[in-house]
């Protein structure tokens, strides 16, 4: 399973990100802790980019779902990371987006440069609800290979 969002640079668009996202895993039958995770995540990363990319126009988020494994890759355009953000501050109401991504996901990269903007990969091993499509679809795919 596959999906690409090209979206506006607003805050608008992440309940969009997150409406498709829980609903293509949902429907395949992850388990809901597993989806919350990756909702967690990848809201973490979209909101980096609204508010850090300092570009105008869009920002792209692609998903994929193969192997028990989901992808995330949330990509802008804009003037990439100038440097290793400071920690935040006990008190500090941000500055902590990557350090949650890091603990809600098995591996998280994150690609930048000056003028050629960031791209951000999530990668979580998925979990899956009792009765799962995607746990069925595997079972029946398995007698036939061969």
Not at 27 to 38: F, N
Not at 46 to 67: F, L, P, S
Not at 98 to 108: E, G
């Amino acid at each position: 399973m596959r999906f690409s969002l090209a979206l506006p640079r607003d805050a608008l668009s992440i309940p969009v990100v997150r409406r498709v996202t829980g609903e293509a895993l949902r429907g395949l039958g992850v388990s809901e802790d597993c989806v919350d995770d990756l909702l967690v995540a990848i809201s973490e990363a979209c909101t980096n980019v609204i508010k850090h990319a300092r570009a105008n126009g869009d920002y792209e988020v692609t998903g994929q779902v193969d192997g028990g494994t989901c992808q995330l890759r949330i990509v802008d355009w804009g003037r990439g990371l100038r440097a290793a953000p400071p920690e935040p501050g006990a008190l500090s109401e941000s500055g902590r987006g990557i350090k949650i991504m890091r603990a809600l996901v098995d591996d998280l990269d994150i690609d930048s440069a000056p003028d050629r903007g960031t791209v951000v990969h999530l990668r979580k091993r998925l979990t899956w609800s009792d009765g799962a499509r995607m746990r069925r679809l595997d079972r029946n795919l398995i007698p036939n290979a061969g």
